[in-house]
């Protein structure tokens, strides 16, 4: 019978009850792959995310853009982000703007994957 722990993380396969791993909620099947973090998004598809995503009383789109506009500001940052084409989880303007903000990399996962399932 399939288990799966009380984080929904450890999943298998086993006849008897496995606490001493805290394998204890029995299920019908496995629990779903997590959604995988895209890498890459559009601009549309980034900002939008931005945009849909609170940052205390505003978006996390109009936070980005006051340290943008900031003057400490590497030009090269504003630059990137006036042209930049896509986002890139790896992008070392994000990152910076990310580290300003205080996001997680838990937080800019999932701001990937919103960003990933939106659609025009």
């Known amino acids: 019978m399939p288990y799966i722990d009380n984080t929904g993380v450890r999943s298998g396969w086993s006849e008897i009850p496995q606490p001493g791993l805290g ?8 629990p779903p792959d997590p959604p995988q973090v895209p890498q890459i998004v559009s601009r549309f598809q980034g900002r939008e995310a931005m945009w849909q995503t ?3 009383e505003t978006t996390l789109f109009e936070a ?22 896509e986002f890139r989880r790896d992008s ?8 300003v903000l205080d996001l997680s990399a838990a937080d800019l996962d999932a701001l990937f994957i919103l960003a990933g399932g939106i659609q025009a």
Do not use: F, K, S
């Open 23 to 30: 394998l204890v909620d029995w299920v019908d099947e496995a």
């Open 54 to 56: 609170p940052h205390g």
């Open 64 to 85: 980005a853009e006051v340290i943008i506009n900031d003057p400490n500001t590497p030009p090269m940052y504003r630059r990137a982000w006036a042209d930049l084409q």
């Open 92 to 99: 070392e303007m994000l990152q910076a703007i990310a580290t």
